[in-house]
């Protein structure tokens, strides 16, 4: 079991910029990928960044350029640093892990606005 935990989101203006942060908790050495995806109300849950134990990344074109995913060494950290964000933005930001064993894990989410 994994547990993970959000936190960094709210509210700021259209070319500011935030900085998620997911702590996973439990048996968190059996990570293989985590990932941040995110949900606005009556929309599909849409990848935004995943980043492998190997620290191979990947964007979603929307934000590459924009949005760097990193991760501590432990695995216990994984954040999202999100610059020049876009009232498009706005939404429920989700942790995600994946493991070894073929787990997957949510957190429950973190909200970010982007308005002026």
């Known amino acids: 079991q994994v547990q993970l935990l959000e936190s960094g989101g709210g509210l700021v203006q259209p070319g500011g910029s935030l900085r998620l942060s997911c702590a996973a908790s439990g048996s968190s050495s059996t990570i293989n990928t985590m990932g941040w995806y995110r949900q606005n109300p009556g929309k599909e849950r849409e990848l935004v960044a995943t980043i492998t134990r190997n620290g191979v990344t990947y964007y979603a074109d929307s934000v590459k350029g924009r949005f760097t995913i990193s991760r501590d060494n432990t695995w216990r950290t994984l954040y999202l640093q999100m610059n020049s964000l876009k009232p498009e933005d706005t939404a429920n930001y989700y942790c995600?892990?994946?493991?070894?064993?073929?787990?997957?894990?949510w957190g429950k989410g973190t909200l970010v606005t982007v308005s002026s």
């Open positions: 995600n892990a994946g493991t070894l064993y073929g787990g997957t894990y």
